[in-house]
């Protein structure tokens, strides 16, 4: 490690002194639930999440221990129905869709721009009320029987024929999107008007530049979906054509509304992890992050391009030929950028001082399975191939590893890096290295397997199966029982380090980012007097 | 047969081995990409670790020759891939005009299959070894998708439309069928038995069965039963498209446009007759939309198709 870089201080002398920290606020419940600090909101979030995240967990650990076997035994095929669905929309919508933005980005990004909080701060703490509201509406919807048509909800199965708590799913969903929508909003307001002085675009980190364009897909995406739920409820409850070819409609149409959506939303999950990976790695490289503006043009090409390439989920949907050719071409396109940015992280480790700390592990581990994730894509991008592995148990595999491998090992990787500013506390390095460790061995061991799976042909949402898969879905099953344990692990150690955890000082690991600059943890406003900033990110010297 | 697992499904049709060579082709280059960006992580993770002394002078922040050559490249290497995956995909959906069609509907959960001679199945289907098969799908209730592992074809079954994929079988056996689109609670027991036969088997496995008319004849019984002859015969004094060859000929319709004629074609002048009106036509048809299902609507097609092609055919 180098010495702290005293020229790197920005803020004036005296300014550093800690003021009074945003956690010595209060421990009363109103104090949190009334809140309009960004960083106690962000908190909130990461409750919530984070209780989400393990209901859902809960319904993937059901189905992996139902397919060990061939037969459905453990489970009657209506509730392993409801099990995806419950698992789908939960891990999308109520955890993995939040998950950076909510917690890491309203956490961090005021502080990376010297603000001292987000624009609207009522109407972050009301972004957290919709969501708990939506969630609170899908849990109701589970627990009074749960909904059987997948996360996609295609038509007119949805609108149709399924008979269990579709419209009540799709009201939580519509409310859960307009706390995106709002959340977007206010990240996209507060980088254009927060700014401290001297932070041009071209001096953001790229954790900013990364949830700015995640938020401008929020806001241009979710309406789509906000209309598209309405619609299918419309059709359902009132039977009035719109999907349903016997009512007239068209059950395409729903496809290409759901994934003009839907298809974006991945890159809402998968932005924001590639922003925390671009803060973590040259940190732990003491090297800038190589190529600071492709990052940020791949970042904008990506947020781009992403609108453009949903039809490729519909390969097989009976769509036009030419239309799948057009869709196609884009995908391959979208994996350019996605490319630059894999080569740019590895070149930041070209003459680094690299150290391995947990954070660096997660953020390593991003970097290799979002690289085998998107390439995977490409296997789905060309079309032929496509008409065989659509729907079969390798685009599970490929999503998970963009999803889980990319975006949960990212998330976690920046709590372990932010951990210290967020709570004030030092946590276990050797028990946050052995996680990172677990959970990338245990991932891989859930989904690799399930590559394989998906070419010899085994569809997705199949409740039971012919035994030739068994010994790959026994090894899927197998990891799955090895990343819970990994998953649980930063649950233990990190709660412990709340209360027996070393006082963490303003910068354990001699970042530069402006977020350092502050005590850990921050104090109510952040900055006692904002910042003047003076050079871009990044700016480590490995001698 | 039960073996522990495979990774390659067998493979049963011509373009299986081609797809096979396409996703190898895939395989060796994302695993070259994917194997360069780990050996280069874990060497410059070794070499450049804290407590190494190696050199780390001329540090680049950037590198532009460098930035665009690794844009440029995969680029140019997406492309080829893309246009081999294109190529493929058009062939599946333009298939040999000589194709025997087979008709497929799907509904919640069973596959039944009508071959043009009138023989049916449900669960299983028979095709003939070696000749280019052309199916039409269409479901009775919600999206299905017909999918054989074997074959490396896969078309979704969409209620309202009817889709197509055509391919050759080319070795004889029995293969799974499974459904891919998820369709309700028996999803995963919509499965079924692919059987390809020698063509002079399949030709003894058509004849034998239940005796019943041809699709086409059935056909012809169900146009007369509809009213569909009383305006579309030849000498009929209702002034009304004639239907002889209709199929893969040109129409030119009232609002300008001009299609070719295909299943889906007559499917929607049938259900929704005002939407493709024929130019110099009234818009004076009735919507059968509810009235004849879609296995009869089938055969109606094929009674069409077949009145074009075989004089001997009874003609109203």
Known sequence: MTRPQSDLSLIEEGDTRPGRSYLSEGWTLGSWLGTRDHKRIALLYAASITLFFFLGGIAAALIRIELATPQGDLVSADTYNKLFTAHGVIMVWLFLIPSIPSVLGNFLMPMMIGARDLAFPRLNLASWYLYMLGGAIVLWALLAGGVDTGWTFYTPFSTMFSNSHVVLALVGVLVVGFSSILTGLNFIVTVHTMRAPGMGWFRLPLFVWANYATSLILVLATPVLAMTLVLVAVERLFQVGIFDPALGGDPLLFQHLFWFYSHPAVYIMVLPAMGVASEIIPCFARRPVFGYRFMAYAILAIGVIGFLVWGHHMFVSGQSVYAGMVFSLLSFMVAVPSAIKVFNWTATLYKGRISFSAPMLYALGFVGLFTIGGLTGLFLAALALDVHLSDTYFVVAHFHYIMVGGSVMAYLGGIHFWWPKITGRMYSEAWGRLAAVVIFAGFNLTFFPQYLLGYAGMPRRYHSYPEEFQLLHVLSSAGAVTLAIGYLMPLGYLAWSLRYGRPAPPNPWQATGLEWQAASPPPVHNFAQLPVVARGPYAYHTD | ?316
């Open chain 2, 1 to 316: 047969m039960t073996v522990p697992f495979h990774v390659l499904p067998a493979d049963g049709a011509a373009s299986a081995t081609r797809l096979d060579s396409l996703a190898l082709c895939l395989l060796l280059l994302t695993g070259a990409v994917a194997l360069g960006v780990l050996v280069m992580m874990i060497v410059f993770c070794v070499r450049y670790r804290a407590r190494s002394k190696a050199d780390r002078s001329h540090v680049p922040s950037r590198d532009l020759p460098v930035e665009i050559a690794w844009t440029a490249i995969p680029m140019l290497l997406f492309l080829g891939l893309y246009a081999w995956g294109a190529i493929d995909y058009a062939a599946l959906y333009r298939p040999d005009p000589a194709a025997t069609p087979v008709f497929v509907v799907a509904k919640q959960w069973m596959w039944k299959a009508e071959h043009r001679n009138g023989r049916r199945e449900v669960g299983q289907l028979h095709l003939p070894l070696g000749r280019p098969v052309r199916l039409v799908l269409t479901s009775q209730d919600v999206i299905h998708s017909f999918f054989v592992p074997a074959f490396r074809i896969k078309q979704d079954a969409v209620p309202g439309r009817y889709t197509s994929i055509g391919f050759t079988p080319s070795k004889a056996g029995e293969y799974e069928l499974f459904c891919a689109e998820y369709c309700g609670t028996e999803h995963a027991m919509m499965t079924g038995r692919i059987v390809v036969l020698p063509p002079a088997e399949y030709g003894r496995w058509l004849a034998e069965g239940p005796r019943q008319p041809g699709m086409a004849a059935r056909g012809f019984a169900l146009f007369r039963q509809y009213g569909c002859s009383g305006c579309h015969a030849a000498g009929s004094s209702v002034h009304a498209p004639d239907l002889t060859n209709l199929l893969g000929r040109r129409v030119h319709l009232q609002d300008g446009r001009e299609i070719t004629a295909d299943e889906a074609y007559v499917r929607d002048s049938i259900y929704l007759p005002r939407k493709d009106v024929v130019a110099g036509y009234e818009p004076i048809m009735p919507s059968f939309a509810g009235q004849i299902g879609e296995e009869d609507l089938l055969a109606i097609i094929e009674y069409i198709r077949e009145s074009g092609h075989d004089p001997s055919t009874e003609r109203p």
